[in-house]
């Protein structure tokens, strides 16, 4: 969702702060006992075993200059009408944790406690009962800094050394040509030995496939997860606000780099009637879109 700078920009600024969402009752639970953590939220895809992980929050005000939305008047009407308040927006930020026969993989990594957030990806693996020197694969749906800041730790190290990092070849590349511009060079130093990029649509796991989600990013991917008759799509950054980007998929926000091809991805998952993941709406962020009256609106599972 947003650039290296632009979040250093918002944490100096005070627009962005950690704050901690309601925690939501898993849909469906895995055979093991869940865990007695709100920041940890354990269901099924078909067989496999998965989990919601809290990292954080992102709170942003309306006024505030880095809002990306600017269509005030739209915006508005768009919270008014989902119930939601007028002053600001609620961002939340849960990477998805898959058991995947003998990978343990985990979809983006949060902040790491950058822009402000609390930086619990860590401590809610954990409660989950993992360590994070079980990750096998780190599946990157793009490489803004709330998805690939909790590569690293505050030490700067690997914060899962045993797992290979992969991304889309032209979101690799993305990074590679913006990182020092976007201060994120050290990062890209520490994960460069780990990189294993993939062509767009590859399969990246025995049961997950990359699905290419343009527009956000030049190489911005979603995830498709299979099990029997169990399916499941990680969304990454195609729709940022489970009210606005819903209710209003054809405004414009400053952080996707193609504006028509994000419009075009919204509209396409919009009419998608499958169960998504969607790391920013409010956790734990699965659910589905709902047609309502002439548009759709996010029913959480």
């Not at 290296?4 to 950690?18: C, S």
């Not at 990359?210 to 029997?228: D, E, K, M, W």
Request: aromatic share 6%.
């Amino acid at each position: 969702m947003v650039p290296f700078r632009l979040a250093a920009a918002l944490l100096v600024t005070g627009f962005v702060v950690a704050a901690c969402d309601a925690p939501t009752a898993p849909a469906d639970a895995p055979r093991a006992a869940a865990p007695a953590s709100p920041d940890v939220s354990p269901f099924r895809i078909g067989a496999l075993q998965a989990w919601s992980l809290k990292d954080g929050d992102i709170v942003m005000p309306v006024a505030a200059a880095e809002f990306p939305w600017k269509d005030g008047p739209a915006v508005q009407a768009a919270l008014t009408a989902g119930g939601q308040p007028t002053d600001q927006i609620r961002l939340s930020i849960q990477p998805l944790l898959i058991k995947d026969g003998e990978h343990l993989v985990l979809i983006d990594t949060g902040a790491g406690g950058a822009m402000g957030t609390e930086g619990k990806l860590v401590a809610s693996l954990r409660a989950a009962g993992f360590q994070p020197t079980q990750i096998t694969d780190v599946l990157i749906s793009h490489a803004h800094g709330d998805h690939v800041g909790g590569l690293v730790g505050a030490d700067g190290r690997l914060a899962f050394p045993n797992a290979v990092v992969r991304m889309s070849t032209p979101e690799w590349a993305f990074a590679q040509q913006t990182a020092e511009a976007e201060g994120a060079g050290p990062l890209l130093a520490a994960i460069t030995p780990k990189v294993q990029a993939f062509a767009p649509g590859a399969q990246v796991t025995p049961s997950i496939k990359a699905v290419p989600l343009p527009g956000h990013t030049p190489g911005h991917s979603g995830y498709q997860i299979t099990s029997g008759d169990g399916r499941l799509l990680y969304i990454g950054d195609a729709l940022h606000s489970s009210v606005i980007s819903v209710a209003r998929p054809d405004l414009v926000n400053g952080w996707d780099s193609d504006s028509p091809a994000a419009v075009g991805t919204r509209r396409q998952l919009l009419a998608n009637t499958q169960a998504v993941y969607a790391g920013h709406f409010p956790f734990p962020g699965r659910g589905r879109f709902q047609p309502q009256g002439d548009g759709f609106v996010w029913a959480a599972e």
